[in-house]
């Protein structure tokens, strides 16, 4: 039998994305095994949901280091440790420089919420909603150096619910899970 793909999940807040994929896992969905959560939030509650699985958390506090490079040269490091092939960004909010690209070249994907390449950045929902899109929805990408810029792997649109962000929010995050999800038994075959 082929072994898993050893995968480490990226987060820095709720990581109900990395539940959902390691849900996936669990079901036999997803041929992988997530090595490793690292975030650089320890307080954030993808640690405790991370700990119920039990699989190892790597929190590091990027303002411990001197540099970027050497935050990232840290988490390298452990990635190799554990044999990590690719990378899963789901909700880390930082920039990805070209040490960790470099790294894991064509092997780091993230998931946004809008239809890229509108409302890159924070709070996509948000900027859908202000702006008053009617359409909105969850995109797989490969990660460059840029916001949010990288090739697109997946798309699903999703309705913007009037007058209700919350739900547009539960609406966006429930695609994210089954998306995200999908990319990845066809990114990792
Ligand atoms: C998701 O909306 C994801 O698209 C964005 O950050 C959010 C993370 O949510 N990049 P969670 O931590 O997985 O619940």
Redesign the pocket.
């Known amino acids: 039998m082929i072994a898993p793909v050893k995968i480490a999940v990226f987060?820095?807040?709720?990581?109900?994305?990395?539940?959902?994929i390691q849900e996936a896992i669990e079901r036999g969905e997803l041929h992988a095994k997530v090595e490793l959560v690292v975030t650089d939030k320890p307080a954030a509650?993808?640690v405790t949901r991370a700990e119920k699985f039990g699989i190892p958390v790597l929190a590091l506090n990027p303002k411990e280091f001197a540099s970027k490079a050497d935050y990232e040269t840290a988490i390298i490091e452990a990635l190799r440790e554990c044999g990590v092939q690719w990378i899963v960004?789901?909700?880390?909010?930082r920039l990805i420089s070209e040490v960790l690209l470099a790294a894991y070249p064509q092997r780091i994907v993230?998931?946004?919420?809008s239809l890229l390449p509108s409302f890159p950045g924070k709070d996509?929902?948000g900027q859908a909603i202000a702006h008053g899109v009617k359409v909105t929805g969850?995109t797989v990408h490969f990660v460059d150096e840029g916001m949010d810029t990288g090739p697109i792997i997946a798309q699903a649109a999703v309705a913007v619910i009037e007058g209700d962000r919350e739900a547009t929010e539960m609406a966006?995050?429930q695609q994210?899970h089954v998306l995200y999800t999908k990319a990845l038994q066809q990114l990792l075959k």
Not at 11 to 20: E, K, L, W
Not at 89 to 93: E, F, I, Q
């Open positions: 987060a820095s807040g709720s990581g109900s994305n990395f539940q959902a509650f993808v960004l789901a909700g880390y909010m993230n998931i946004h919420p996509a929902i969850v966006i995050h994210e």
